[in-house]
């Protein structure tokens, strides 16, 4: 094992797993990605870190300036951490419904300050006239930065179908900011078109199936509009999961493969899993985990097992 310079040196090259006891007999094989082995504990590790350094390497922020964000969760954490190690001082505009105690507590513990608004319309609307106000702020908008979607396509997709091999036959992810997604389609579809790509897309909020628009009950998957940097994305098939089924998998994956992971995770797997049953037994699908279960833990969800 390397000794690392810096813990940034760690981002990225995550392990994937077989799920051996949720994939039926006679599907597909369905390896998850898990992106809980980043530091941070997210795949969003991958963007915050990606976004600061284009944002560095093109001049728009440099040492002694403020790094902003709408966030609530995984990059609110991981735009912590990357700047800790970078001596940035760092703002996120929070949606008050939206915050969770253990991303708050860890956010902070890494040096990060708040400031609390109605929603996250808002929480945008506050961090852009912060920058507005004072030069010296730099906003990562992760919802519209190319560099967000382009770190997951030079390394995550890259991952994928070096780790998977040539019987890699599907890829399933869900999207927030649609980086991950984004950035593994257009991989996959410039370098191997024949990969299914799927979406995997929470119920009640249809923003690429279409159909009547409402709010999805998943944390952490599906905004109300459509990112920017999902316009164009090549989707193959997209696939509606429930809040319940979501949650049923997550159960699954921790009580029969001893996988703790977070919401939209389960969201992923078990669309994985349905994908799965598609295919057979030699072909791999690939489902991209993003985060683990411990910072979701006062969440239902998973129902503790009684003694």
Do not use: W
Request: aromatic share 8%; with cysteine; proline share 6%.
């Amino acid at each position: 094992m390397p000794v690392f310079n810096s813990i940034l040196d760690m981002i990225g090259n995550t392990p994937m797993v077989r799920l051996n006891r949720i994939v039926p007999e006679g599907a597909g094989t369905v390896y998850a990605k898990l992106e809980q082995f980043n530091p941070s504990g997210s795949v969003k590790a991958r963007a915050a870190y990606a976004m600061i350094t284009a944002a560095e390497e093109a001049g728009k922020l440099k040492p002694g300036m403020v790094l902003a964000e709408a966030t609530s969760g995984n990059l609110g954490l991981a735009v912590s951490m990357v700047g800790a190690v970078k001596g940035y001082r760092v703002v996120l505009f929070v949606e008050e419904n939206d915050r969770i105690d253990v991303f708050m507590k860890s956010s902070r513990s890494l040096g990060a300050e708040m400031v609390f608004t109605e929603n996250f319309e808002m929480a945008v609307h506050l961090a852009a006239q912060f920058a507005k106000d004072d030069p010296n702020v730099f906003v990562l908008s992760q919802f519209t930065n190319p560099a967000n979607p382009r770190i997951h396509a030079e390394t995550t997709a890259r991952e994928i179908v070096r780790d998977a091999g040539p019987r890699l036959r599907a890829f399933v992810a869900s999207f927030g900011s649609g980086g991950t997604f984004t950035g593994v389609s257009s991989y996959l579809k410039a370098h191997h078109p024949d990969v299914e790509v799927v979406l995997a897309e929470p119920e009640g909020a249809p923003l690429f199936s279409g159909g009547p628009m409402g709010c999805s009950k998943i944390h952490g998957v599906g905004p109300t509009f459509k990112p920017a940097i999902m316009e164009g994305v090549q989707i193959d098939t997209i696939v509606s999961v429930s809040l319940e089924s979501a949650d049923a998998t997550r159960a699954r994956l921790a009580r029969e493969e001893g996988i703790f992971v977070g919401p939209s995770s389960g969201a992923i797997a078990s669309v994985a899993v349905s994908v799965a049953a598609r295919y057979k037994p030699d072909d791999i699908i690939v489902a991209v985990l993003p985060d683990d279960g411990n910072r979701y833990i006062n969440f239902a969800g998973i129902p503790e097992v009684q003694s």
